[in-house]
């Protein structure tokens, strides 16, 4: 099969496999220096590498049990003496001097304190000249002067890899990236011209062992000048104080694990170096140096490479930050455009309505959709109402905070294999759990080519006893493994970008809350004061009122003899202005309470309520002949049976009222809608209303004809069924041709 047509999900290869090989306690060390471990406060010498006679010409057993003066003069034994207290890392390397046999040889003491045991490690040193403070700033500073004006992290990664290779000579110096899946990536590269590029290739995760990471978080250098140098074995075999392998975990000549060293040579390395790179305390990737035959790299110079990944690690948050600057910025100015969309909107929905595409952009998605009220709100490509349902129902359970972000969906949420085109990636932000509003963002899935350093999924070997054990890749040929399942990942900035809007709408939620408590406060103020002016009115205005009523009425009866045909027309003026103004007043109080009153709703069978108001209607009109006609099978609705008695009533009146036809047709029928509410109609033959007038019939006291004309009326009618179908959460609106008809509309829900 070829590899390249091969498609697989990315995941971990085996999850039983045991990736803990103890490296930092492999109980030998490497043979290009010499290991002596001292028991405090004396220094006495307690275990030792089995290869000091050759770098000290005696040999193990003779050192053992031995105190330190037997090779160091008693100067260098105060020196460490008096660094016991403070961290050796300032004192190191020692210069130290010691006598073999009849020579004396030079060497760098490397010497620090672990679990209760002062290690010191001694490099040979004969042809390195010493390097002192000012060749340290001279070498380093230029570089430092560069890494600070370098603009983003590839030029950061280019400057530090050009360098590190300068200082030390090493055939290929690499920088490796650590993904969020801890496979690493080759971002930079400084290399022989020959040599073929590793650049821009990835490394299983397991390349690079978490144990390894572990240690590389707290030992930032790590050198193995030759990988078939001989393993050199430490006498006695444990520790004798604690009688466990010695923790070599700060040492610098600490063996090299079986794997690492077939790992090495299977790419052709023999000589390496790494240097960690830390971000926020975390390993964040290695400056990885090779080198194709053996390669030592001196102290000094080690110490110089440290102090650079130190350096650079301090810049890597600040360049990352630079880097997608354009895309950032043109990013920025959008999110500020929909800020301002948004506080200058009066609601949710408003901003809905005039976001559109730009909701899309401040995240870098294809889809969206608002939930809103029970309601999807959609933007682009997105599920269908189901789809999304489910989707909201799972990612509810999986919100810790209020923002939850996957760029792998199809995977830990199956169901979004269905829909991958669209949702490849899910970012969800939580705008109000109460009220249940979400915003959710869709990406769709990208199958992404990665170029791996060899094939990922077999790091496995069996060994003969049938364990299994992880084992280096034989093969770094270039691998093609198409990922499937995922989108492009939602960067930092775009998860900001969501949060500001969610900054920006909570505000928003928040002013409407502050503006409706005003509204409230105010209305509550008004409609006290209305109470009283209909206290007024019922008091005060109409006894008066009264009383000119009865003693008008008095005046009529007692004196109207006297009084001639023009003094008795006036009297009965007054009387019928004072009828007709106590109407209004009464049509005003009832008007005012009628916002106010309790709604007794239940279920109302229109038939029964249309046949019973006919009756009245007809009643009430014996002189006039008009006909009314029902649909027979009238919905049953959800409503106040007394107030939507009046409404129809009311209805019926004017159908007849405002009807000069002799064959007077009121005719009484329903539509149903696709929600749950019925609009139900009321149509005449009659006189019909201008269509500048149509607006205008429900404002209170407004009439379109003198009071003389089709039996009077107060002009209040329409205002108050206009008022209770608004408190049912109905409609009303009609349609009419002037001289032909008028259709009243009304929409009514049919449950609560
Ligand atoms: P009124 O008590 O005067 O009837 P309404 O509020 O019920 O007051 O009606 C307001 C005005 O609307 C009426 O004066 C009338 O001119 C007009 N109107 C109401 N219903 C009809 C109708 N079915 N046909 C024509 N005009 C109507």
Not at 179 to 189: F, L, Q
Not at 191 to 198: I, L
Request: aromatic share 8%; glycine share 6%.
């Amino acid at each position: 099969m070829d590899n390249k047509d091969k498609i697989i999900i990315k995941q971990r290869v085996n999850s039983n496999i045991d990736y803990n090989e103890q490296i930092h306690i492999p109980n030998f060390i490497q043979d290009h220096g010499l290991l002596l471990v001292l028991q405090e406060p004396d220094f006495d010498i307690i275990q030792v590498g089995s290869n000091t006679e050759k770098w000290l010409n005696i040999p193990p057993e003779n050192l053992l049990e031995q105190n330190i003066e037997c090779l160091l003069d008693s100067e260098q034994i105060d020196n460490i003496r008096q660094n016991l207290a403070g961290n050796f890392v300032y004192i190191n390397p020692l210069k130290l001097s010691i006598k073999c046999g009849n020579e004396v040889r030079l060497f760098n003491g490397i010497i620090h304190r672990n679990n209760g045991v002062v290690i010191l490690e001694l490099e040979p040193c004969e042809n390195e000249s010493a390097t002192d403070f000012s060749q340290f700033y001279q070498l380093t500073f230029p570089i430092i002067n560069k890494i600070q004006k370098s603009a983003n992290l590839y030029e950061l990664c280019e400057i530090v890899v050009k360098e590190i290779r300068k200082i030390t000579g090493f055939d290929r110096v690499m920088i490796y990236k650590f993904h969020a899946d801890d496979s690493g990536e080759v971002i930079a590269e400084d290399k022989q011209e020959d040599q073929e590029a590793f650049l821009g290739l990835y490394y299983p995760a397991y390349d690079v062992p978490q144990v390894a990471r572990a240690v590389f978080s707290v030992k930032f250098v790590r050198t193995i000048p030759n990988i078939n140098s001989q393993i050199v074995e430490l006498v006695p075999q444990f520790n004798p104080l604690t009688n466990e392998p010695l923790d070599l975990t700060f040492s610098v000549l600490r063996g090299v694990s079986r794997c690492h060293v077939k790992y090495l040579d299977n790419m052709g390395v023999m000589g390496s170096m790494s240097v960690s790179l830390v971000k926020e305390g975390k390993l964040w990737g290695l400056i990885a140096c090779h080198h194709e035959s053996t390669k030592y790299i001196p102290y000094h110079k080690r110490v110089v490479c440290e102090f650079l990944g130190q350096i650079m690690s301090i810049h890597i948050p600040m360049r990352e930050q630079n880097d997608n600057l354009d895309n950032k910025v043109a990013l920025k100015s959008v999110q500020a455009e929909v800020i301002k969309i948004i506080s200058e909107s009066e609601d949710l929905l408003n901003v809905i309505k005039n976001i559109g595409n730009k909701l899309l952009t401040i995240v870098g998605a294809t889809g969206s959709v608002i939930f809103l009220e029970g309601e999807y709100h959609k933007v682009g490509k997105t599920p269908n109402d189901a789809e999304i349902t489910e989707l909201l129902n799972w990612v509810k359970n999986q919100m810790k905070t209020d923002i939850y972000s996957t760029d792998s969906l199809p995977i830990i949420y199956p169901p979004a294999q269905e829909f991958k085109d669209i949702s490849g990636g899910l970012l969800v932000l939580e705008i109000a759990k109460l009220q249940e509003v979400y915003v959710l963002w869709f990406r769709p899935e990208v199958s992404q080519t990665v170029n791996w350093a060899g094939n990922p999924e077999y790091p496995i070997e069996i060994e003969s006893d049938g364990k299994m054990t992880l084992c280096p890749r034989t093969s770094f040929e270039q691998w093609q493994e198409i990922v499937k399942f995922h989108s492009l990942p939602w960067q930092p900035y775009e998860i900001e970008g969501a949060q500001d809007f969610k900054t920006a709408i909570v505000g928003i939620v928040m002013r409407r809350i502050s503006e409706l408590a005003k509204i409230n406060l105010e209305l509550e103020q008004s409609n006290s004061e209305l109470d009283s002016f209909t206290y007024i009115a019922s008091h005060d205005l109409k006894e008066p009122l009264r009383g000119i009523h009865n003693y008008s009425t008095f005046l009529m009866e007692d004196y109207g003899e006297i009084l001639n045909q023009d003094g008795r027309e006036k009297l009965e003026t007054l009387v019928r202005l004072t009828q007709r103004m106590e109407d209004l007043i009464n049509a005003l109080l009832y008007f005012s309470r009628l916002g106010r009153q309790e709604l007794h709703k239940s279920p109302i069978n229109l038939n029964e309520l249309i046949e019973n108001v006919s009756e009245v209607v007809k009643v009430s009109k014996p002189d006039i002949s008009f006909e009314i006609r029902k649909m027979d099978n009238l919905p049953v609705i959800y409503g106040d049976k007394i107030l939507l008695e009046q409404v129809f009533s009311n209805l019926i009146n004017n159908a007849v009222k405002y009807n000069k036809k002799d064959d007077k047709i009121v005719e009484i029928g329903y539509e149903e809608t696709e929600e749950a509410a019925s609009i139900i109609y009321v149509k005449d033959n009659g006189i019909g209303i201008r269509e500048k007038h149509q607006e205008t019939i429900f404002k209170i006291f407004k009439r379109l004809h003198g009071q003389n004309k089709f039996g009077g009326g107060t002009g209040v009618g329409l205002t108050i069924v206009k008022k209770i179908i608004e408190r049912h959460g109905g409609k009303i609106w009609l349609e009419s041709k002037y001289g032909e008809g008028t259709t009243f509309y009304i929409k009514l829900w049919k449950q609560e």
